[in-house]
């Protein structure tokens, strides 16, 4: 077993922060990496080194191997740990630090490899009994034989990029008669976005909810789950809220998927953090997508749910330990709700509002945690993700982890930038999210920018007024009369 006893970690922000804060609280020394836009970043402050490795672009900075290598020798490290975007799901990556004779924190590049194709992952797991999306198992490219897959599947179908990310180079046809025109699109996009043009189709599930599983292997075969992640809320392919338990799994339906990804883990000899992506269809069907081979932005609410550090969990596995424990040893602790804070102006289509963080005040108290790399007075680099924080709220049940996350987004005090915090108020206040009924598709059905635009100065004021119509259209339907007053004294107490 080798010993970790200095990390490089080869990342900015928050989560640069949060590998820094669980290795040094195992003896290990850090060394930061920075760009020149974040000499003042937190990340660089926190770490016993840090090394400049260029220009601010990430393609001159986090991007270059050769430079974070070659940080990694000047400083003599003995492992690197990517953390999330940038270089963490990179193969060549990983193969390139294992033979520069450090320790890579995350996966074999092997398992990367597989994974990073969905049609090479939907080939590996479909032989560990993972149930899959009907659909063809190999690239299409010939029109008219995509005709004759999709009527067998059945329309409205779904064109995906095998390589692709994000909901880039996906299409929905509905009807035949658009083939031809969305495969091309699909194609095309593909080939610019990715430099491989593979496509193929699957049924499209038109309302699904996003479940995803964390997994956990040891380079020893063991694998286990860390129960469910629920991440319907999102927008354009960006998750904004992310919550676990999921509300809609049974306790069978979380042990039947949870066997699945655990199985879907296993066709690729996968060690250490990864996540396998499910999609939940209204008759309670699930299907894998894909799986994602780092430690995810999310991952805080399954730490705030298992107690478990999954950093140091990481770190363990990398230096060769064995999993400390066993499926069976794994248990449900509450229910944990992550927001993401971005520099983001909801009211006008999410764009981003980068500058600087005239007032900066996290919320406190019991169950909160917020994970954030920024500090009163400090300025949001423009040539990166504009993530300001995210702020996780854990309590007993999910009705008092949304109460607490109402509590602590009203507590939040931003200013000189426009944030999501009033777009994460109005879904923890609607009726949908509570009641738990709510698919992908949740923000394009509930979300009108008007809401967070209107002559009203409160910015719950307004959600408040909006609900309030809503729920008032809803009550003579299927709503007892007394939630819209439950919901109205809510804003009342909130405003107080
Ligand atoms: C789907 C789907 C419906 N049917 N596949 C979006 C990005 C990529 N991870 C896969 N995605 C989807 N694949 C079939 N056959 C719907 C989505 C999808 C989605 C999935 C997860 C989370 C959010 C999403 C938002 C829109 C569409």
Same mark, same amino acid.
């Given at each position: 077993m080798a010993k970790i006893k200095k990390l490089l970690v080869a990342n900015r922000g928050e989560i640069a922060l949060r590998i820094m804060r669980s290795a040094q609280e195992m003896g290990i020394k850090t060394v930061a990496v920075f760009s020149e836009a974040d000499r003042q970043a937190l990340h660089v402050r926190f770490a016993d080194e840090a090394v400049c490795i260029g220009p601010p672009p990430s393609a001159q900075s986090y991007l270059v191997m050769d430079k974070i290598i070659a940080a990694a020798h000047e400083t *003599?490290?003995?492992? &690197?740990?990517?953390?999330?975007?940038?270089? =963490?799901?990179?193969?060549?990556?990983?193969?390139?630090?294992?033979? /520069?004779?450090?320790?890579?924190?995350?996966?074999?590049?092997? =398992?990367?490899?597989?994974?990073? =194709?969905?049609?090479?992952? +939907?080939?590996?797991?479909? +032989?560990?009994?993972?149930?899959l999306v009907p659909g063809t198992a190999e690239p299409v490219t010939d029109v008219s034989v995509a005709k004759i897959i999709a009527k067998e599947i059945g329309y409205p179908v779904l064109i995906k990029a095998s390589a692709g990310g994000?909901? !880039?180079?996906?299409?929905?046809?509905?009807?035949?008669?658009? $083939? *031809?025109? *969305?495969?091309?699109r699909a194609i095309s996009e593909a080939t610019s976005a990715f430099g491989d043009g593979s496509v193929f189709i699957e049924k499209y599930v038109s309302e699904p909810r996003h479940i995803e599983f964390q997994i956990f292997g040891d380079q020893h075969g063991n694998v286990v789950h860390l129960f469910e992640r629920e991440c319907s809320i999102q927008r354009r392919h960006q998750k904004v809220i992310e919550e676990a338990p999921s509300s809609i799994l049974?306790?069978? $339906?979380? +042990?039947?998927?949870?066997?699945? /990804?655990?199985?879907?883990?296993?066709a690729a000899n996968y060690y250490n953090a990864g996540t396998i992506e499910f999609i939940l269809d209204e008759k309670m069907n699930f299907?894998?997508?894909?799986?994602?081979?780092? $430690? *995810?932005?999310?991952?805080?609410?399954?730490?705030? &749910?298992?107690?478990?550090?999954?950093v140091k969990l990481q770190i363990k596995i990398a230096e060769g330990e064995k999993l400390p424990f066993r499926q069976e040893d794994l248990k449900i602790h509450g229910h944990a709700?992550?927001?993401?804070?971005? #520099?983001?102006?909801?009211?006008?289509?999410f764009l981003p509002d980068i500058g600087t963080l005239k007032t900066y005040r996290r919320p406190q108290g019991h169950g909160i945690r917020v994970d954030d790399g920024f500090e009163q007075g400090?300025? %949001?680099?423009?040539?990166?993700?504009?993530?300001?924080? +995210?702020?996780?709220?854990?309590?007993?049940?999910? @009705?008092?982890?949304?109460? !607490?996350?109402?509590? #602590? &987004?009203?507590?939040? @005090? %931003?200013?000189?930038?426009?944030?999501?915090?009033?777009?994460c108020q109005f879904v923890m206040h609607h009726h949908a999210f509570r009641s738990g009924k709510f698919s992908t598709k949740f923000v394009e059905q509930y979300f009108k920018p008007e809401v967070l635009k209107s002559e009203m100065?409160?910015?719950? @004021?307004? &959600?408040?007024?909006?609900?309030?119509?809503?729920?008032?259209?809803?009550a003579t339907q299927n709503q007892p009369t007394d939630v819209v007053q439950k919901t109205e004294s809510k804003w009342k107490k909130n405003r107080a």
């Open positions: *003599q490290v003995d492992a &690197i740990h990517p953390g999330y975007g940038f270089l =963490s799901e990179n193969e060549d990556f990983a193969r390139r630090v294992k033979e /520069a004779g450090l320790i890579f924190v995350g996966p074999s590049a092997e =398992s990367m490899e597989i994974m990073g =194709s969905k049609l090479g992952a +939907k080939a590996a797991v479909s +032989k560990f009994n993972v149930p994000g909901g !880039k180079g996906m299409r929905i046809v509905t009807q035949e008669n658009e $083939l *031809q025109e *969305q495969m091309e049974t306790p069978e $339906l979380r +042990k039947k998927m949870g066997e699945a /990804a655990v199985n879907a883990a296993k299907y894998f997508l894909e799986m994602n081979t780092r $430690l *995810q932005v999310e991952h805080p609410v399954t730490e705030q &749910i298992t107690g478990l550090d999954l709700i992550e927001v993401r804070v971005y #520099a983001e102006d909801p009211a006008n289509n400090m300025s %949001i680099p423009f040539y990166y993700d504009p993530m300001i924080a +995210k702020m996780i709220c854990h309590d007993e049940t999910r @009705e008092r982890a949304i109460e !607490k996350t109402i509590r #602590a &987004i009203h507590e939040y @005090e %931003i200013t000189g930038v426009e944030t999501t915090l009033g777009f100065t409160d910015v719950e @004021e307004m &959600i408040a007024s909006v609900l309030a119509s809503e729920l008032i259209s809803s």
